[in-house]
């Protein structure tokens, strides 16, 4: 298969979009013009079911839907663009819309080390043992998810993070014996030619950096476009370099988002899996619990059995980020524990590694554990997968029991307390300040 991929401009090239009516495709056209729109030929013609494309998971996965925006920003923009209102007026209301969607969630800024009295803008280090680092030609990705958290950085340049020196990255990193992991993210760093990947692991192989343990990928390529691993062009390369990469002692973790169990079902898929696990890399999933997508626990199931049947250790499952399209694919606090719960008990311990659901908050990654009475309160128990201070990890704690609950910020702290343990004025605590 050759590459293609399909954007704003030119998805009306799309055979299979002559399934569409006319209100079909100018609700592509409204909600894409305000939320980033792109899609891979491999997802069109592999992944999407085009006879029942409306339910389809990796349809609604790709293509903007009309929930996505509330009624009022959809009507908005839809009559802008049925007036063909000027651009500068199309902008400016685009824009306005896309600053009220949380484009900015987690407090990501907050996670940039200053270093040698510049901010290093590639660089995200939040959790004492992983770095994250988001190489400049890996920002974008083959096809964008619609619930992603990343969107503005494909929308807004403003909130791009990235960074092309690595002699920088390299010098922090060697001053910070903790760091044991390097997360390539983006994006998605498997947009990248073998050569910048070369560029990078070469240079993190040669500084020989004694405490770097895991260099790990985040990645969708994987059942995206699986190709990258198998017959493109530097394909070959690229396992070569991830061969180099484990000889010299250095653990190798593809991190692969993996929403439904239908992304792996494709015999390109296994191809690649097959080929990068020959190569010696470990792969790792993860994904969001979404409605409209994977909101059941027998699909969390079988996912998890799929995964571990073809080698994969499932990882995570997150609860969808309070940005962008998050009212489409929200799922109650309360819905998602019992969806993992129910999924969890129904597959043997092999598949037991994942955890979760966790959410991706300002101060870590904070899971349900459950549902719970103490002392006549019904409560939700929580804790720190991982935390901005390392010292909150595993240590559980309450919060008012709410059924609506979709995230942190909805919580209050339980047994009439002012707040978490972890907002008390002696716990702000800023490792990366510390060690500067
Ligand atoms: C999730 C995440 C990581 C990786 O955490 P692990 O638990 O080690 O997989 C690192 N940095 C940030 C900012 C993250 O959100
Ligand atoms: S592939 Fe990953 S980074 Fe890219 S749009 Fe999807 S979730 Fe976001």
């Known amino acids: 298969m050759k590459y293609k991929s399909y954007s704003l401009h030119n998805y009306r090239q799309i055979p299979q979009i002559e399934k569409l009516s006319e209100d079909q495709k100018l ?16 997802v069109v013609e592999e992944l999407i079911d085009w006879d029942n494309f409306e339910n389809d998971p990796f349809f609604i996965l790709t293509f903007p839907q009309k929930g996505m925006l509330s009624s009022y920003r959809f009507d908005k923009v839809a009559n802008l663009l049925k007036k063909e209102a000027p651009r500068s007026e199309l902008v400016k209301t685009i824009n306005k819309i ?3 969607l949380n484009p900015n969630p987690a407090g ?5 080390p200053i270093f040698e009295g510049r901010r290093l803008n590639g660089i995200q280090h939040k959790y004492r043992e992983t770095m994250l680092f988001f190489p400049t030609q890996g920002q974008t990705c083959h096809a964008y998810c619609t619930f992603c958290f990343r969107w503005p950085q494909f929308a807004l340049n403003d909130f791009r ?3 092309k020196e690595v002699e920088l990255m390299i010098r922090y990193l060697k001053l910070k ?13 498997a947009v990248m030619k073998t050569r910048f990947f070369e560029h990078y692991f070469n240079a993190l192989l040669e500084a020989d950096i004694p405490h770097l343990k895991n260099i790990r990928i985040g990645t969708k390529a994987l059942t995206y476009w699986p190709y990258r691993f198998t017959s493109d062009d530097d394909a070959d390369d ?6 180099k990469v484990k000889n010299k002692g250095i653990n190798i973790a593809l991190m692969a988002h993996l929403n439904h169990p239908g992304e792996i079902e494709i015999k390109a898929a296994q191809d690649a899996i097959k080929r990068l696990q020959n190569a010696g890399v470990q792969i790792r999933s993860q994904s969001p619990i979404l409605k ?3 909101n059941s626990s027998a699909i969390w199931a079988e996912n998890w059995e799929k995964q571990v049947s073809l080698g994969i250790i499932p990882y995570y499952m997150f609860i969808a980020r309070n940005t962008g399209a998050q009212n489409y694919f929200a799922v109650t606090l309360e819905q998602a524990w019992r969806i993992y719960r129910n999924a969890y008990k129904q597959v043997s311990g092999i ?5 979760g659901p966790s959410m991706s908050t300002s101060p870590g990654k904070i899971q349900i554990l459950g549902i719970s009475e103490i002392m006549g309160e019904k409560v939700f128990v929580l804790t720190f997968l991982q935390g901005r201070n390392p010292n909150w990890v595993g240590r559980p704690f309450y919060a008012v029991y709410d059924e609506d609950a979709l995230w942190l910020d909805d919580l209050f702290p339980a047994f009439e307390k002012e707040e978490f343990f972890f907002e008390e004025s002696s716990q702000i605590f800023n490792f990366q300040n510390q060690l500067l």
């Open 27 to 42: 609700t592509i056209e409204t909600v894409g013009n305000v939320l980033p729109f792109r899609v891979s030929n491999y």
């Open 98 to 100: 896309r600053l009220d």
């Open 108 to 112: 990501q800024e907050m996670n940039v």
């Open 161 to 163: 993070f990235a960074m």
């Open 177 to 189: 014996p903790e760091i044991t992991d390097v997360l390539f993210t983006g994006g998605d760093p």
């Open 238 to 243: 690229l396992m070569r370099l991830f061969e």
């Open 292 to 294: 409209n997508i994977n």
């Open 351 to 355: 598949s037991r590694t994942v955890r």
